[in-house]
């Protein structure tokens, strides 16, 4: 990271200002918050939409937890324009249950280590910015911005789809750059609004296809989604959904790239992912960090060591796959 100072412009907006009716009178519906900055000359064509996983918030990709510039001002740095947002229901898009409905459990610690810092994985996994141990306070840092997800899965994919074309519709075509589970929002916004959509870059995304909590529910019913998506021919129940002879036509055309760290648990399905999504007529490719030379990540890939060097290899993957 350059030690220059930034000159930029930047502001925030929310979109999806839906009113919905309630015992304290009209109040707001599931609007996402989204925070905007661009360089001083921008130089790369279309813009970086960066969408935050599971229970995070946009603040994952302004830092890291140890204090470091994050992969929001490496892109404006690198001549982007970026849109940072809070998923609805998180961070500073509010989530009243009377409104958006049941919160799910909340994030424990030892979830989080369980899923940022396993222990099993110590050996490859050299790029985690602290220790292991969870009296480390850089857990705290990781767990404080952390909330519940909403409790019907197929409902937040939705309304992160909706409110993605939304903002899509004000930025004009863009790129979108997910995380873990944000990937189906932006499966399912792609799906619908491929005109505004220049590619589309999954980090770590959530899986694998057809997900299935042991002994539970099925997560993605639809296999990258627990919402559908537009298949063609047309399905009506997830039972009848046949991989390779069911298409995603509005999918299929925009570039994917699915992206996964050598010491992640995500890794060890990433090729079933961009499978799922070839069997379905795209064009996806995936893409392991340790094959382009950066080593010893594991799922929270922009907190790391390295976490520059790994974004180098998505934006020039992009370059590559969608021109500057």
Not at 80 to 98: A, I, L, N, T
Not at 214 to 230: H, S
Request: net charge negative.
């Amino acid at each position: 990271m350059s030690p220059e100072p930034l000159t930029s412009r930047r502001g925030f907006f929310w979109v999806g200002t839906e009113r919905a009716r309630h015992a304290a009178g009209t109040v707001p519906r599931a609007p996402m918050y989204v925070a905007w900055e661009e360089p001083e000359r921008v130089t790369a064509a279309h813009p970086v939409v960066l969408v935050h996983g599971g229970g995070g918030q946009g603040t994952d990709w302004m830092g890291t937890p140890d204090g470091r510039p994050g992969w929001a001002e490496a892109l404006v740095r690198g001549g982007y324009r970026v849109y940072v947002v809070d998923r609805p229901g998180h961070g500073r898009s509010p989530h009243h249950p009377d409104v958006l409905g049941p919160m799910g459990p909340p994030f424990s610690y030892e979830r989080l280590k369980g899923l940022f810092a396993p222990d099993d994985t110590a050996d490859r996994h050299t790029q985690w910015p602290g220790s292991r141990d969870l009296d480390d306070p850089l857990f705290d840092q990781v767990a404080a911005p952390t909330g519940p997800m909403l409790a019907d899965l197929a409902a937040s994919q939705r309304l992160d789809a909706e409110r993605l074309v939304q903002l899509l519709e004000r930025t004009g075509p863009a790129v979108l750059l997910t995380h873990s589970a944000g990937a189906p929002g932006g499966w399912l916004a792609a799906d619908a609004r491929p005109d505004l959509v220049v590619g589309l870059l999954a980090l770590e995304p959530m899986g694998p296809p057809f997900l299935t909590v042991p002994d539970g529910p099925r997560l993605l019913p639809w296999g990258l989604t627990a919402a559908p998506p537009a298949f063609d021919p047309p399905v009506a129940d997830p039972a009848d959904l046949v991989p390779g002879t069911h298409r995603l036509p509005g999918l299929a055309k925009v570039p994917i790239g699915v992206f996964s760290g050598e010491a992640s648990p995500f890794d060890g399905f990433a090729g079933d992912i961009t499978a799922f999504l070839r069997d379905a007529g795209c064009r996806a490719e995936h893409v392991r960090l340790a094959d382009r030379g950066v080593r010893g990540n594991g799922h929270a890939v922009q907190f790391e060591r390295n976490n520059l060097d790994a974004l180098a290899v998505l934006t020039r993957w992009l370059e590559e796959e969608c021109g500057r």
